[in-house]
C-alpha cells in the first residue's frame, strides 16, 4: 500500500516539477517571443503562413476567430471521414483493410476531430497505416492545438482593454503544434521506442506458438453462416492453433501524440494494456505523465500571461485538490476489491507475492495503483486511453472515472479545453459570491455580467444535457439496449459512461457495450460534436466580450481570486453542479451495484 | 449513405456558425 502511495507521490512531483516551466515556455510561446533554442523553428514557421496566406499581424474578432475555427475542424473531419471510406483503394494498407462503414467513418472523423477519440473500431482490425497516420494522428495534433488556441484566446480576453480582437487563430494554432506538441512528441516517441513500442512500416507477422493451442470453434457452412444442429445449438469444431499474428505498425508516433494531446485513441485495440504500446513500468510512467502534462502546464502558463503566477497556481490547486481525492477514493475501492470473492475463499490481500484487491481486467505489469492512477488521469484529463478495463472496475472504482468524466472535464481537462472549461466554472463561482455579496461580479480585473453568464449557461448546461438525454433515448430504444453486454445496473452503466464519455470528449469506453452500430455511432457522434463545439462557441463569445471591456480597477470589495477560499468556492461549484446534474443517473448504475454488492456478501 | 453522413456533418457545422451571429447579437445587447 504505501508502495502505491510513493509512486503516487513521485508522479505528482515530477507532474509539477515540468509542467511549470513547460507553462512558462508555452506563455512565452503564444505571446510570440518564443525562447532562442527553439528559434531555428522560426523561418518554419512563417513558412507555413506564406504557405497558408495567414498575415500574421491580422487581429481576429472573436467571430471570426470562431468561424475560422469551425472552418478548419470540418475541413479536418471530412479528410478523415473520407480516409477512411477510401482506404481500402489507398497506398500503406498491407493488411488490405477495407474502408470502413459510412457511420463508423462518420464516427471515427467526429471522434478524433473534437479531441475525443471515442473507438468504435480494433484499430489493427480496422484501420489502415495510411489512416491511422495522415488521418488519426494529424488529427490528434491538430485538435489539441485547437483547444490550445481556443485557451489562449479566453484568455487574452482577460487581458486586453476595450480591444476588438483576440487574436489570430492560424498563428495560435500553428504555434502549438509547431513549439509544443511536435518537439515534445518527438522526444517522447523516440523513447518510447527505446522501451520496445513498435514504429514500423512492415506487414503483420505470423509466429509460431511456442505452445500450440486447442480451441472449439462455430462450424460454418458454404455460406460462411454458423451451423446449428436439429436441435438448433450451435454445431462446433475443434481447431488447433499453431500461430499467431503479431499487428505491428508506426505506432509510437501516434502514441506519443495521443498522450500529450490528450487523444487516448490507441492504435491497437486494447490501448495502452497492450504490450506493443506500453512495454514497460518506464512506459507506463512516461505515458502516464504525458496525459496530464500540458493541462497542468497550462494554469501555469495562464499566470504568466495574465501577469499573474497566483491565479495559475490556484487554477492548478482546485484540479489537483478532486484530482488527489478521487484517486484515493478509486485506489482504495480498486485494492478493497470484491467481498465477495472472501466468500469463495480466495486470498485478495496484497502481499509480496500478489497486487491483491481488485486484479479482474488489470495487467499483471501495472498492478492495481498504476492502474487506478491510469484511469483518474486518463478521465480527468479528456484523454481517454486506458491500461486497464475500466468494465471490470469494482463499481465504486468504476464510479469515480465516470464522474470525473461528468464533471465537464475540467479537472485538468484536455490541451486547453480543461482549462477554459475550469475558468467557465471560475466566472459560476465568482457569480455565485457575488449574489452571496450584492456586487457585480468580477474576475481577473473583468466585470462578468448577464452576456457572459448566459454563455456560461449554455458551455455548462449542453454537455450535461448531451449526456443524460443520451442515456435516456439509448435506455429507452431497442437499438440502445440491443448493445448492452451485461443486462441490469451494470449494463446501464456501460450505456452511462459511454455517452458520459463522448459527451465529455473523453473518449474511454468501460467496455462491454457493443457500440459499433448506426445507432450508436450516430448518437455518440453527435454527443461528441454537440459538447466539442457548442463549448467552443460561447467560451470564444465570453472571450470577445471580455476582451471588448474596460479593466476594473482591484477594490476592497473585489472577491480575491488566488486565495484558498476561492479553491475552496470553485471546486464546491465544480462538484455541486457535478453531482446534481448526475448523482441520479450514477444512482441507477455504479451506486445500486455497490449496494447489490455488499448487500449480498 | 454517404451523402446522408457528410450532409448530417454539414448541417451541424452550418448551425454552428449561425450561432456566432446569434450571440453576437445577444452581447450588442447588452
Not at chain 1, 497505416?129 to 488556441?149: E, I, K, P, R
Request: one cysteine or more.
Amino acid at each position: 500500500m504505501s508502495n502505491a502511495w510513493m509512486q503516487f507521490g513521485l508522479y505528482a512531483l515530477v507532474l509539477t516539477a515540468l509542467a511549470w516551466p513547460l507553462g512558462r515556455y508555452m506563455a512565452r510561446v503564444f505571446a510570440g517571443d518564443a525562447p532562442r533554442f527553439v528559434g531555428w523553428l522560426r523561418p518554419l514557421e512563417r513558412g507555413i503562413y506564406r504557405l497558408g496566406g495567414v498575415r500574421e499581424d491580422e487581429n481576429m474578432g472573436w467571430q471570426r476567430y470562431a468561424l475560422a475555427c469551425l472552418l478548419f475542424n470540418l475541413v479536418g473531419l471530412l479528410a478523415v471521414y473520407a480516409l477512411a471510406r477510401l482506404q481500402g483503394v489507398l497506398p500503406l494498407n498491407p493488411a488490405d483493410m477495407a474502408g470502413t462503414t459510412p457511420d463508423l467513418a462518420f464516427n471515427t472523423a467526429i471522434s478524433f476531430a473534437s479531441n475525443t477519440n471515442w473507438q468504435s473500431y480494433g484499430g489493427e482490425t480496422t484501420m489502415s497505416y495510411l489512416t491511422q497516420m495522415l488521418g488519426l494522428t494529424v488529427q490528434n495534433f491538430v485538435s489539441a492545438a485547437v483547444g490550445m488556441a481556443v485557451l489562449v484566446a479566453l484568455l487574452r480576453g482577460f487581458v486586453l482593454r476595450e480591444a476588438r480582437g483576440i487574436g489570430n487563430f492560424w498563428v495560435d494554432m500553428v504555434r502549438s503544434v509547431l513549439y509544443v506538441l511536435l518537439p515534445l512528441s518527438l522526444l517522447l516517441a523516440v523513447t518510447l521506442v527505446g522501451q520496445g513500442v513498435v514504429q514500423s512500416f512492415s506487414p503483420y507477422h505470423e509466429t509460431q506458438l511456442v505452445q500450440p493451442v486447442e480451441i472449439s470453434q462455430p462450424k460454418l457452412d458454404a455460406n460462411d453462416q454458423p451451423m446449428t444442429d436439429a436441435s438448433g445449438a450451435p454445431v462446433t469444431e475443434q481447431v488447433m492453433v499453431t500461430t499467431q499474428t503479431l499487428a505491428v505498425g508506426p505506432a509510437a508516433s501516434q502514441i506519443a501524440i495521443k498522450q500529450l494531446g490528450t487523444n487516448g485513441g490507441g492504435f491497437f485495440n486494447a490501448n495502452s494494456a497492450h504490450p506493443f504500446e506500453n512495454p514497460t513500468p518506464l512506459s507506463n510512467f512516461l505515458e502516464v505523465l504525458a496525459i496530464l502534462l500540458i493541462p497542468a502546464a497550462l494554469c501555469f502558463t495562464a499566470g504568466a500571461m495574465l501577469k499573474d503566477a497566483r491565479q495559475g497556481r490556484a487554477l492548478f490547486a482546485a484540479m489537483a485538490v478532486v484530482f488527489v481525492a478521487l484517486l484515493a477514493v478509486c485506489h482504495l475501492a480498486e485494492q478493497a476489491g470484491n467481498p465477495l470473492f472472501a466468500k469463495l475463499g480466495l486470498d485478495v490481500q496484497a502481499s509480496e507475492l500478489q497486487a491483491g484487491g481488485n486484479m479482474e481486467g488489470k495487467e499483471t505489469r501495472f498492478g492495481i495503483a498504476n492502474s487506478a492512477l491510469w484511469a483518474v488521469a486518463t478521465t480527468a484529463a479528456s484523454n481517454g486511453s486506458v491500461n486497464a478495463m475500466h468494465d471490470s472496475f469494482t463499481p465504486l472504482g468504476g464510479l469515480v472515472p465516470m464522474w470525473l468524466m461528468q464533471l465537464g472535464e475540467v479537472i485538468f481537462g484536455g490541451a486547453g479545453s480543461g482549462l477554459y472549461g475550469m475558468i467557465v466554472f471560475a466566472l459560476m463561482a465568482v457569480f455565485v459570491a457575488g449574489l452571496m455579496i450584492g456586487r457585480t461580479p468580477e474576475y481577473l480585473g473583468k466585470k462578468i455580467e448577464a452576456f457572459e453568464m448566459k454563455m456560461v449557461a449554455v458551455a455548462v448546461l449542453v454537455p450535461c444535457l448531451t449526456v443524460l438525454t443520451g442515456t435516456a433515448l439509448a435506455v429507452v430504444l431497442d437499438a440502445g439496449r440491443a448493445g448492452i453486454a451485461n443486462p441490469g445496473a451494470h449494463g446501464f452503466s456501460e450505456i452511462l459512461y459511454a455517452v458520459s464519455s463522448a459527451g465529455n470528449n473523453n473518449g474511454s469506453a468501460f467496455a462491454g457495450l457493443s457500440a459499433n452500430t448506426p445507432f450508436y455511432n450516430l448518437l455518440l457522434g453527435f454527443a461528441m460534436l454537440l459538447s466539442r463545439f457548442w463549448l467552443i462557441v460561447p467560451v470564444l463569445a465570453i472571450a470577445g466580450s471580455l476582451a471588448a471591456k474596460q479593466r476594473v480597477p482591484e477594490s476592497a470589495g473585489t472577491l480575491p481570486t488566488h486565495t484558498p477560499l476561492f479553491v475552496v468556492l470553485l471546486i464546491g461549484t465544480v462538484v455541486v453542479v457535478g453531482a446534481l446534474s448526475f448523482l441520479p443517473a450514477l444512482a441507477l448504475g455504479p451506486i445500486v451495484e455497490h449496494l447489490q454488492m455488499w448487500a449480498t456478501r | 449513405m454517404d451523402l446522408f453522413y457528410l450532409l448530417l456533418a454539414l448541417g451541424f457545422f452550418a448551425l454552428s456558425a449561425a450561432l456566432v451571429p446569434a450571440f453576437e447579437k445577444l452581447r450588442r445587447r447588452q
